[in-house]
């Protein structure tokens, strides 16, 4: 009797503060999987919390000054801070200014992690109190999720520095990947956002190794990845894709709709002097001949990219030949960066520097040449019926995606509807009007 009637000793508390890319998402997320799990509750307020866990990420200068200002806030409101991700990996740029912080680890250490925090304040073991759902906690809205299928990087790119600092390439067994997938979707997800840092390179370290799920062998490979991920009834999403001979094997799955028709491929450039002082992994001249033959498998296939101008040693005539490409590449969705060094990246050490003032009117021209593709791609889609899926409802237009749109990064879609959507429903759309980056419809299921 005393058992039931004893006040339930309060859970320990844990701050937590994510940054960085969806990959570092993941971790968090798994992260946090493991602290409810043990019965540790989640605050949003560094004060009154015991610990306070700082998942950083460290690719930009400006995401790493990013970092250390959750550092310093951490320390400042609470004074215990737990430091994990992908700048923990070169810790003493940490431990310089904040002598203070009581671990620093770097990313998927989820094990230190755990170790940082129970040494920082035990778990409070309860039953009662240690429940989380089987699917895992997710940071994301509950009807799309991220999954990855491995961790690191064998690719040596000239302006990265994530090998460093993530080690390389590591797939997750098929049959590891699927599990999470399946419970995912039983919990109620219905897109897949599959990411990766070379999500087309998948198994290749498994030597495709094959491993159990439910009552098959599947193996470690891209295509048999994708196509079981395909079977499990939600929208399937593919991120980080390299143009790698095997990828016209997926497309296949695109076209008979067992995988959204969208492929994430960071082309970068297209100049093939650039490229090459990229080191860019699958770059090859026929790119264009492939995206030709991609879209013709698949014809409602939507590429998204993005593009790095500026980058040392580009000329005008390599500039003058990404935009010729463009045109020809016709991509649904870009992004364009100016070339910014990394510390530690072997491009800081080519010659050629771009001036900051050429790289920002190259990033105009690229951005200005861009758009008028998009525009045309967006506006025929006007007319078409297409499933969206809602991500925000509202009183009378709610907000979705289509298929040809992956969350937080593309364009948005907004559905008028006589009857009440629910957030996560897949309901057909008509497109009435197309903006630059949005589309406006009305929904008609
Ligand atoms: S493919 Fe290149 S840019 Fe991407 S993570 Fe690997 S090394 Fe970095």
């Not at 990947?177 to 990411?195: H, M, P, T, Y």
């Not at 006007?382 to 969350?407: C, L, M, N």
């Amino acid at each position: 009797m005393t058992e039931l009637t004893a006040k339930p000793k309060s859970a320990p508390k844990v701050s937590f503060v994510s940054l960085g890319c969806p990959k570092a998402l993941v971790d968090s997320e798994r992260i946090i999987t493991r602290l409810r799990a043990e019965g540790y509750e989640l605050t949003r307020a560094h004060d009154g919390a015991d610990v306070v866990v700082v998942n950083t990420c460290g690719f930009l200068d400006s995401a790493k000054a990013e970092s250390l200002d959750a550092i310093g806030k951490g320390l400042s409101e609470n004074g215990r801070v737990i430091v994990t991700g992908c700048m923990g990996a070169e810790p003493e740029q940490i431990r310089e200014r904040f002598p203070d912080v009581l671990s620093i680890t770097g990313p998927q250490a989820y094990e230190s992690v755990m170790q940082a925090v129970h040494a920082a304040v035990p778990p409070a073991h309860d039953p009662f109190l240690d429940l989380v759902p089987p699917q895992g906690v997710k940071l994301t809205p509950r009807h799309y999720a991220y999954l990855k299928i491995s961790e690191g990087c064998s690719n040596r790119c000239s302006f990265c520095i994530i090998p460093k600092l993530r080690g390389d390439l590591v797939s997750r067994p098929a049959g590891d990947v699927l599990r999470e997938a399946e419970r995912l979707v039983k919990a109620g997800v219905k897109e897949l956002l599959v990411i990766s840092q070379d999500t087309s390179a998948y198994g290749v370290d498994l030597k495709y190794a094959e491993s159990g799920f439910a009552d098959r062998q599947v193996r470690a490979k891209f295509l048999d990845l994708a196509r079981e991920l395909g079977d499990l009834g939600a929208w399937v999403r593919l991120h980080y894709v390299y143009p790698y001979p095997h990828v016209d094997e997926v497309i296949q799955l695109m076209a008979d709709g067992k995988i959204l028709p969208y492929l994430d491929i960071p082309f970068q450039h297209a100049s093939p002097s650039v490229l090459k002082a990229m080191k860019r992994p699958a770059h090859q001249e026929k790119t264009l001949d492939r995206i030709r033959s991609w879209k013709e498998a698949a014809p409602d296939l939507a590429i998204r990219s993005t593009f790095i101008v500026g980058f040392p040693g580009e000329t005008e005539d390599d500039f003058q030949f990404l935009l010729d490409w463009l045109t020809e590449a016709k991509l649904d969705r870009v992004g364009c960066f100016k070339y910014e060094a990394v510390r530690g990246a072997p491009a800081n050490a080519l010659e050629g520097a771009v001036p900051e003032e050429v790289k920002t009117q190259r990033w105009n021209r690229f951005m200005q040449h861009q758009q008028a593709i998009a525009d045309r791609l967006q506006r025929a889609r006007v007319g078409r019926r297409v499933p969206v899926i809602i991500d925000e409802v509202g009183p009378t237009v709610s907000k979705g995606r289509t298929k040809w749109d992956a969350p937080e990064i593309d364009g948005v879609t907004y559905v008028a509807s006589r009857r009440p959507l629910r957030v996560g429903e897949i309901v057909t759309v008509k497109i009435e009007r197309a903006g630059a980056y949005d589309l406006h419809g009305v929904a008609v299921s």
